[in-house]
């Protein structure tokens, strides 16, 4: 199948659209309030514009990849059509293939693929695809060609147990993703506090984040654990408490929250005793 129409056209969908273009797939796409046209999201790269109508006719597979709030709308459109296309993926985090259930009285096979990846702009999603897992919750008869896709966007593929897993599956990267910047935010203002300009805050702790990344490519999350939690360091760690405290108190509950869980990682492998872990967890609870 290498007819490929995307409806929605933001960061992910023009992403896709320039990605499967490269590897030889025939592309056009669906946006929102636009007439049949030509249309040119990064340098060098012009796509036809076409109806939904003329996407679900001409073209073998469909990715719906408009917010998620849109998906069950879309799905319910291309319902009330004549559908000559094969099949239908979407591509959110959170929610399963289910969303498009209303297209198998249809004899359409469904799925749901997501790229496990952050994407602030389209170009640095290109180059963030080859790398990247995608997981696929859907339709088995679909896995000879998402592994090909997947494979030809230099990806690694992961198929999900159940539709059920998504939403814990999703959870854990906004952990690592969102909360990471939420995080970054809070060590800048830290720095700043400390005297640190703004863009000189951040470029300080960049490689502290990229060496700390290093480690976590290298060994498991206890073993690359370091700091004053992992030390049983009390000390430090009420001085830290005080000084958010007083400083930037709306930084104190993340502070307090994240210590809770590095000192059970810590007691867990071993850096800590049971003992030290509980008096931690009373000092940080009196933090709080």
């Known amino acids: ?3 490929v129409g995307i409806i929605g056209f933001g960061r992910i969908g023009t992403a896709l659209a320039v ?3 490269k590897c030889g797939y025939e592309v056009e796409v669906v946006r929102r309030n636009q007439k049949p046209t030509k249309t ?8 036809n514009v076409i109806s939904l109508e003329e996407a679900v006719c001409k073209m073998e597979v469909i990715f719906i990849t408009t917010p998620d709030d849109n998906i069950s709308d879309t799905a319910l459109k291309l319902a009330k059509m004549d559908l000559g296309c094969k099949a239908v993926l979407h591509m959110s985090g959170s929610l399963s293939s289910e969303l498009l ?11 749901s693929l997501h790229p496990l990846q952050s994407f602030p702009n389209v170009e640095q999603a290109v180059s963030n695809f080859p790398g990247s897992f995608f997981t696929y919750e859907g339709d088995k008869a679909l896995l ?3 592994k090909e896709i997947v ?3 230099g990806g690694v593929l992961k198929t999900l147990p159940s539709l059920e897993m998504k939403v814990i599956y999703h959870a854990g990267a906004v952990f690592v993703s969102n909360y990471m910047v939420a995080l970054t935010s809070l060590g800048i203002s830290c720095l700043k506090r400390a005297g640190f300009k703004d863009d000189e805050a951040r470029e300080a702790l960049l490689p502290l984040m990229k060496g700390t990344m290093n480690n976590l490519a290298g060994m498991p999350p206890e073993k690359a654990l370091t700091g004053p939690v992992s030390r049983g360091d009390a000390g430090v760690i009420a001085s830290h408490l005080q000084v958010l405290q007083n400083e930037l108190p709306e930084a104190l509950p993340a502070y307090c929250d994240l210590a809770e869980v590095l000192a059970s990682i810590s007691e867990k492998s071993g850096k800590i005793s049971a003992e030290k872990k509980e008096e931690l967890i009373h000092l940080i609870k009196g933090g709080v």
């Not at 040119?40 to 796509?47: D, E, L, M, Q, Y």
Request: hydrophobic content about 40%; aromatic content about 10%; proline content about 6%.
């Open 1 to 3: 199948m290498k007819r």
């Open 144 to 146: 000879p060609w998402i």
């Open 19 to 21: 990605s499967l273009e």
């Open 151 to 153: 494979a030809q966007l």
């Open 40 to 47: 040119n999201p990064v340098s060098g790269k012009t796509f």
């Open 101 to 111: 259930d209303i297209l198998r009285e249809k004899n359409i096979f469904i799925g």
